[in-house]
């Protein structure tokens, strides 16, 4: 298909126009302000600017307003919600111009930060985190109030090493988990010893793709996968000894659409011009309306309100004598995140969000499920009880903490690799996506395992079920709902897709605006506004794939400043020429950097991570 992209006179983009012929519009002010949109699905956004030129209230298609304010810096500081009456959103900057305060009912969350803009504390609702670093910005400790103490040994090349947790609370005591790592010449993880003597081998291709992961435990292998790689980073084939292999099929413009499983089961995942997904060969079980909304599943129907949320899923037409059965009904905030689901059942599942949209807590019947985060993934999960109150007309809820659970991450990632829950601690091991796969306790014992399709549908679990909810990267499943959290939205395994439009609009890349990533294999979108590949993470990411492709003979460092970290090579002379790709995606300063080294006669190169969350 052709997307048309349609200008004024002033090269200013008026109309895009997609593969369907939907169209995109942008409404313009005498200076080229958007004050007007209107999206594939014909719904219209109004801007109302100030002299500045700054969105200062934001009509929404379905009359619910934003208001915005600023401080002198043109820094936003406040959102309101007029017509919702939802809490205002607060901010509040330092001398530096960083995010110091950001607040958003009852919630407050406050930063603190190093000479070099690194964030030493960060305090929610009461509950702080102390962070320490190296010289060159890594982090060496972490340590919370509620009990979590985190320790990173690194080697010369700032290597992790070594990592060592703990966490408890009073009522469950503390737990404890470690981890051994070793990397080859290359930087590349190839051995991770954990608890229990289990040992995760892994082995890459020449541009860095894992090809071969292996679990051994007593010198004896219990588990391995292979996976085959085709050209632009598809994924081919995954050769597992237990299930056996899995294969998969892509359209020529590299879009996921069949996966074969060893029981011989076939999964479409067919898409139409524009993306829409559907999951038969024949595209003839779904059916959608214009801007992407699904309107009908096979036997389910969907409805959405005028912003293009999901309101309403049911079993039946909606019409009078077939009615709708197995309904649910989803609630929206003014500010695009989920409030409430009521179920079929007509029990209603609650959520509360900071102002930032890291979720603080779940409510579904007589238990609360609450988070602390560190950064952007959660640190401490827990849960507490609580009563309706006739009298009083509201729940009460206890201040007793349960289930106690501490998430450990990868560095500055969004790959779980353990967990400790009352006392005790699992390691999770997950596949080249960094989607869970298998977790281990502290003796080695295998005591949960779970199999994902495409689309993030359990295939087949064992073990304690429900142990790990995290699905793709970032992404948060709540069984309660079948939706999956991811940040600033919620996406659906069973759909495929988003439940309501990306808040970023065109801007996340893609124009089907509740599309997850066409490639599900290789691309995962953690925040739910924008797609990358499973590996486009941070600056250590950045040195590991320039050593594996052949630039040996540079020094590699990486260095911190106010602007953040770089990556700095330098082959020994005392020329100071330098090769600026700032301002680029990690992603394509990688594809650039060594072909510019090669061609230029500079020794010495400095690159921005553009990924520096």
């Known amino acids: 298909g052709v997307v048309n992209f349609r200008y004024d006179r002033e090269e200013r983009l008026r109309r895009v126009t997609n593969e369907k012929l939907q169209s995109y519009e942008f409404t313009l002010d005498a200076v080229g302000n958007v004050t007007a949109e209107k999206g594939f699905d014909g719904a219209v956004r109004h801007y109302l600017r100030d002299r500045g030129g700054r969105v200062i209230r934001e009509t929404l298609p379905s009359g619910t307003e ?23 959103q607060t901010y509040a900057y330092g001398l530096s111009g960083r995010l110091v305060q950001a607040s958003r009912g009852e919630s407050t969350v406050e930063f603190a930060y190093n000479s070099l803009g690194l964030p030493i504390r960060e305090t929610a609702d009461g509950n702080t985190i102390l962070r320490t670093y190296d010289h060159t910005g890594r982090i060496l400790t972490l340590d919370s109030t509620m009990g979590a103490s985190l320790r990173y040994t690194r080697n010369g090349y700032g290597e992790l090493e070594g990592f060592t947790a703990t966490g408890g609370s009073d009522a469950d005591g503390a737990g404890a988990w470690e981890s051994s790592h070793r990397h080859d010449t290359l930087g590349f993880e190839v051995e991770r010893i954990l608890p229990g003597g289990v040992v995760r081998s892994f082995a890459y291709d020449d541009i860095g793709r894992l090809v071969d992961a292996r679990t051994r435990k007593d010198s004896r292998t219990r588990h391995m996968r292979r ?6 980073d598809r994924l081919l084939s995954v050769e597992d000894s237990r299930r056996g292999e899995t294969r998969y099929s892509y359209t020529p413009t590299g879009q996921l659409d069949r996966a074969e499983y060893p029981d011989g089961r076939e999964q479409w995942r067919k898409s139409d011009p524009v993306g829409n997904l559907y999951p038969d060969p024949d595209m003839r079980l779904r059916r959608y309306l214009s801007g992407g909304r699904l309107e009908q599943d096979g036997e389910w129907h969907c409805e959405y309100d005028g912003d293009g949320n999901l309101t309403e899923r049911y079993l039946g037409t909606g019409k009078w004598l077939d009615g709708k059965k197995d309904r649910w ?35 579904f019947g007589t238990t609360v499920t609450r988070w602390m985060w560190n950064g952007n993934v959660p640190l401490h999960q827990w849960k507490q009880r609580r009563e309706y109150s006739v009298m009083e007309d509201r729940w009460n809820t206890d201040t007793e903490r349960r289930d106690m659970t501490v998430w450990l991450f990868d560095e500055e990632s969004f790959v779980p690799m353990a967990m400790i829950k009352e006392g005790r601690s699992y390691s999770i091991l997950t596949d080249q996506l960094g989607t869970p796969t298998e977790a281990y306790d502290a003796e080695g014992n295998e005591v949960w395992s779970r199999v994902l399709d495409m689309d993030g549908n359990v295939i087949e679990e064992t073990g304690n079920k429900g142990m790990v909810p995290f699905l793709f990267q970032g992404q948060y499943y709540d069984c309660e709902t079948g939706l999956a959290y991811n940040r600033f939205r919620y996406y659906s395994p069973k759909m495929g897709m988003y439940v309501s439009q990306d808040p970023i609009r065109l801007t996340g890349r893609i124009l089907n605006l509740y599309g997850y990533v066409c490639n599900t294999t290789y691309l995962c979108d953690p925040f739910g506004l924008v797609y990358q590949s499973h590996n486009h993470g941070d600056v250590n990411d950045s040195v590991t794939i320039l050593r594996r492709q052949n630039i040996r003979n540079y020094q590699i460092e990486v260095h911190v400043d106010s602007h953040g970290p770089h990556i700095h090579l330098d082959r020994g002379t005392r020329q100071e020429r330098y090769i600026n790709i700032s301002g680029m995606s990690n992603e394509q300063a990688l594809r650039e950097l060594p072909n510019k080294l090669r061609r230029e006669s500079s020794v010495s190169a400095a690159i921005n991570n553009a990924l520096n969350y």
């Open 66 to 88: 934003r208001e915005y304010g600023y401080d002198a810096c043109s820094r936003v500081t406040r959102v309101s919600y007029p017509t919702a009456g939802d809490p205002d």
């Open 227 to 232: 996976y085959r790689w085709g050209v632009a």
């Open 329 to 363: 009904r989803y609630r929206w905030n003014a500010d695009g995140s989920l409030a409430k689901v009521v179920r079929p059942d007509k029990r209603e599942v609650e959520f509360t969000y900071d102002a930032l949209g890291r979720r603080l807590s779940k409510s």
